[in-house]
């Protein structure tokens, strides 16, 4: 199986229907909206129990390999600290396993004054819940693979046929467009609209076959799709700029081979500018949204010079931004 999720025996009665477990219901409605949000169809997810695990453990898996654990308490509620919270809560402290955010387990009674102090309060299953989700939008691009996405283009067929069999095999193969979605996917980006993706692909197909210029180009066309989960209520983007020192260190970096295009920095010279990133970012902004704004020659390699470090960095380059969107500058990150 693709995706695994492997529950030490503590936890078995939350995917146990028998035990009135309501999680298998939870994993449908996870792959139902990821399909919504994503545009793609996530395969069955097997659940069992695993008795190497410690028993408030969990496991979560990909291709028969580990990529994420948790542990929950099934009688206790969590308690998630996101920054607003105004005191220390008796209980047994951890961290939340999404986010590692600062939380404690507390009792039920508890519930209460724990919202009123500040607190995020879930139950067991919400934080099992919560934490597949994002593991898998996180890993689905690796889930894309050949057979899927000429299962997508079939379904594009039936409305756009004209378009596919312009597009595939004429201008791309089927494995550079799919490596065009990972790309996508890779950094959340929904690839629902598929039209437009392929359109564009199509476009661009004749001056270049490179799968990462080719997504600069699709991002540039999903502007609006981007942008839209990442602005404020005011329709405003609070972002961090790059240096101009640090973009040309990155830009003189780039290397073009017969593959594509590559960042090649020395070891120290890459060390210090993740370290500055890195330093700025979380004594800036914390635990909120991190938005970095680039030129677009660049975009893709601080993506993927940051990603390790910093994987929930935004990263944007100036084409990507939608003319009705207003740009609120933090500061420079030098």
Excluded at 17 to 25: E, I, K, M, V
Excluded at 153 to 180: A, F, M, N, R, W
Excluded at 234 to 242: D, G, P, R, S, V
Excluded at 286 to 298: E, R
């Amino acid at each position: 199986d693709p995706l695994a999720l492997e529950v030490g025996y503590a936890l078995i009665p939350l995917v146990d229907t028998n035990q009135g477990g309501d999680f298998l219901s939870r994993v449908k409605s996870i792959r139902r909206q990821t399909a919504l949000d994503m545009g793609v169809i996530v395969p069955p997810i097997h659940i069992t129990d695993n008795f190497r695990l410690n028993p408030k453990e969990y496991s979560i898996l990909l291709k028969g390999v580990e990529i994420a654990r948790g542990e929950l308490n099934v009688d206790s509620l969590l308690a998630i600290n996101s920054g607003s919270a105004r005191e220390q809560l008796p209980g047994s402290p951890t961290h939340d396993p999404t986010f590692n955010l600062p939380a404690v387990w507390i009792r039920s009674q508890q519930k209460e004054h724990a919202q009123v102090a500040g607190y995020t309060v879930v139950d067991p299953p919400t934080v099992l819940a919560t934490h597949l989700s994002e593991v898998i939008k996180s890993r689905i691009y690796e889930l894309l693979g050949r057979q899927e996405t000429k299962a997508l283009l079939d379904h594009l067929s039936e409305t756009h046929q004209k378009l596919v069999e312009e597009t595939v095999p004429k201008t791309l193969s089927l494995g550079e467009i799919q490596k065009v979605l990972q790309n996508l996917l890779r950094e959340r980006v929904s690839i629902r609209d598929l039209a437009t993706i392929v359109e564009n692909i199509a476009d661009c197909g004749a001056m270049t076959k490179d799968p990462d210029l080719l997504t600069e180009y699709v991002r540039q066309a999903l502007a609006r799709s981007i942008c839209k989960n990442i602005v404020n209520e005011k329709n405003e983007l609070l972002l961090f700029t790059l240096s101009p020192e640090i973009e040309q260190t990155i830009t003189k970096g780039v290397t073009h081979t017969d593959k594509g295009f590559f960042l090649i920095l020395e070891p120290r010279a890459m060390e210090d500018i993740l370290r500055k990133l890195s330093g700025s970012f979380h004594s800036a902004v914390g635990k909120s949204q991190m938005i970095l704004l680039t030129s677009a020659n660049v975009r893709t390699h601080v993506k993927r010079l940051t990603e390790r470090v910093l994987p929930n960095l935004v990263v944007l380059s100036h084409n990507e931004i939608p003319s009705n969107v207003r740009v609120m500058s933090l500061g420079t990150l030098a």
